[in-house]
């Protein structure tokens, strides 16, 4: 009998926990994953939820027990694992069903499964989800892609089990076919960048000065009710407080220093690249996570060089925190800076139109970069929707303003200690450079006049030139 609202298919741990979310909003969802006895086992444990799941045990009849026009939701492994479900979907929904791909896909992949699906009359959305297990149970931040009409017909789906931000829900139709997964490929970026940039200051509170993990949760937990306010803050402070029961140690003391990623972090910066814009906080944030996995080559080379003092000289240990939160802050906005001007480029290379400050309002809850600061952005969209760069924005200038000396006053010292910054460094040189009305490029464009005549611009007339290279040496 075709009794339920929508499909899942692929019952790990953020599509187990999104049909819960939907079921326990009142939509009849029919579930479906390879191992039958997952299935089971989740319809077992869910409770007084169940009269609103149909565990199916084949693909045909999880589309039998949808009514049309249906909607499935794949969250399964990115990459082929969606294409083969969708493949298995093809040959049983009818024209008008939705197929919506819930994973961290790459945008481009999206694309090709939109145009693709197109003749057939199937629908296809690309759908970007953020939050993790807890988000995906009580409200994800949720980026829409496809067309407008497939995400009218979920609407209010989504509208329901998103989060939602002083009663807003953060779910939105962000644009036509890769929009939602690129949003969400961006979001991981500054994800990214933003934990590399909280791990830089970690860093220079445990090895500059050598405090211990329980001091410095404090110090992130005071932060966390004053501007830096966000739940990667917040999580900081607490994965910093926690003991390891077996040998009475900070946890934190035992965690290997290699960072996993999955690529959506790459994926970001490869785009940047792509499009020509600089992204320089989320690039050095995926490059120090590769470096991290280095693990061998680090040891071997600390060996070699000795392991160093971080010697921060004489300082003020009260005043270097203060400037740490201002340093943070400030390298914050910069990173952010860089992921919205990809999003704008891409929006017109690919012609979405994204709405920036609709991006950044359904940022504010829900996904891992929810923070106070994204209200900041999304006030600065509204008033200035075509904004170029948000580091021209007023009150991003003055924030700026206030930051930037911090910022560098602590990157500086940090240099000097041996204390790796590369993420808020990075930050720093590109608010620089993006700062500077004259540059240094004249030099690169003569050089690279002088060995390919490649021409140059003249500041004191038009058109095109070539410097007089010839017998110069
Ligand atoms: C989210 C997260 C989620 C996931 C990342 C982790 O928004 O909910 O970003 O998508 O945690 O993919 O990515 P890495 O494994 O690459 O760190």
Redesign the pocket.
């Known amino acids: 009998m075709a009794e339920a609202d929508v499909g899942l298919i692929g019952l790990g741990v953020m599509g187990a926990n999104l049909a819960l979310n939907i079921a326990q909003n009142g939509f009849k969802i029919a579930v479906y994953n390879r191992t039958g006895a997952k299935t089971d086992a989740f319809y077992a444990d869910a409770g007084d939820l169940r009269d609103k799941i149909v565990p199916c045990a084949t693909m045909d009849e999880l589309v039998e027990a949808i009514g049309p026009p249906r909607p499935v939701i794949i969250m399964v492994q990115a990459g082929e694992a969606v294409d083969a479900q969708i493949l298995a979907l093809r040959e049983r929904m009818a024209p008008g069903d939705i197929i919506i791909d819930a994973g961290?896909a790459n945008f481009h992949d999206t694309k090709r499964r939109f145009s693709e699906l197109g003749p057939t009359g199937l629908e296809f959305v690309g759908m970007g989800?953020?939050?993790?297990e807890e988000?995906a149970r009580y409200g994800?931040s949720i980026m829409v892609g496809g067309t407008r009409s497939s995400y009218d017909r979920i609407e209010p789906m989504l509208t329901a089990i998103s989060a939602k931000y002083e009663g807003e829900p953060c779910s939105a139709w962000l644009g036509n076919d890769g929009a939602g997964h690129f949003v969400?490929t961006i979001?991981?970026g500054i994800?990214?960048a933003d934990m590399q940039m909280i791990a830089e200051v970690y860093g220079v509170l445990r090895d500059g000065l050598g405090l211990s993990p329980g001091e410095i949760a404090k110090i992130f937990d005071r932060w966390n009710a004053g501007r830096l306010k966000s739940f990667l803050v917040e999580i900081t402070a607490s994965v910093l407080a926690v003991t390891d029961e077996k040998t009475g140690t900070p946890l934190i003391d035992l965690i290997v220093d290699r960072a996993?990623?999955?690529?959506?972090?790459r994926w970001s910066v490869i785009e940047a690249q792509m499009l020509g814009v600089p992204a320089t906080g989320i690039e050095a944030a995926v490059a120090a996570r590769a470096l991290s996995s280095m693990l061998d080559q680090r040891r071997a080379a600390e060996d070699l060089y000795g392991k160093s003092a971080y010697d921060l000289g004489d300082i003020d240990a009260a005043a270097l925190i203060d400037d740490l939160e201002l340093a943070l802050f400030g390298s914050k906005i910069a990173a952010y800076a860089q992921g919205f001007a990809v999003m704008r480029a891409a929006s017109a290379e690919f012609r979405w139109d994204l709405p920036m400050g609709l991006i950044a309002s359904i940022w504010r809850a829900g996904?891992?970069i929810r923070s106070q600061f994204l209200g900041a952005i999304t006030e600065a969209y509204k008033a200035q929707p075509d904004l170029p760069n948000l580091l021209i924005a007023p009150e991003f200038v003055a924030l700026m303003d206030q930051t930037n000396s911090p910022l560098r006053r602590v990157v500086s010292k940090c240099v000097l200690a041996g204390l790796p910054m590369p993420a808020m460094s990075a930050a720093l040189a590109y608010f620089d450079g993006y700062r500077q009305a004259r540059g240094t490029a004249n030099l690169i464009q003569a050089q690279r006049d002088f060995f390919g005549a490649h021409s140059f611009e003249r500041t004191d007339m038009p058109g095109t030139h070539n410097g007089p290279w010839a017998g110069v040496d």
């Open positions: 961290n989800v953020s939050g993790g988000g994800p969400k979001h991981n994800e990214y996993g990623q999955k690529g959506t972090g996904c891992i």
